[in-house]
């Protein structure tokens, strides 16, 4: 889930897609970090990077577990070493396309669930140093 709206920064960056990326509860206190981006297109692009990274790791993995194995397929190693080395340079492993982070707390909560934790974003007002962001009339994105 997400919420899409768009928001002109002070600094002059349009941010419209706005996604939920760290819950914490504390001592009463839900504290919700947003990530916001221009577009749904940029976190889409930063899901697939990571998929493309998290598939290179394993077939690393894979193809050193197959290396240390005398009984191994020749073929299958060769396959899975190939298919690793055709993921190089397809992500990269700093890219963080979000634009913002911003973090709000609210008190006194029960339902912790997704939906209701962004229903509370959407009555709440978020201000930080380059903007002010409004979530009253923004779309929800499944």
Do not use: P, W
């Not at 577009?39 to 598939?55: A, G, L, P, S, V």
Request: charged share 30%; proline share 0%; with cysteine.
């Amino acid at each position: 889930m997400a919420l899409k709206k768009n928001i002109i920064s002070k600094n002059g960056v349009s941010i419209g897609y706005f996604k939920i990326s760290n819950i914490t509860f504390n001592n009463g206190v839900l504290q919700v970090t947003v990530d916001g981006y221009t577009n749904e297109t940029y976190r889409q692009n930063e899901k697939d990077n990571d998929i493309k990274k998290q598939k290179h790791e394993q077939l690393i993995q894979k193809s050193i577990e197959l290396s240390q194995d005398e009984n191994a397929d020749i073929e299958e190693t060769k396959k899975i070493s190939e298919e690793a080395n055709s993921l190089v340079g397809t992500y990269e492993d700093d890219l963080c396309l979000s634009i913002i982070q911003i973090s709000c707390e609210f008190k006194d909560v029960t339902d912790f669930s997704i939906d209701n934790i962004y229903s509370l974003l959407k009555n709440t007002i978020i201000e930080s140093k380059y903007l002010i962001i409004d979530f009253k009339d923004a779309e929800d994105l499944l």
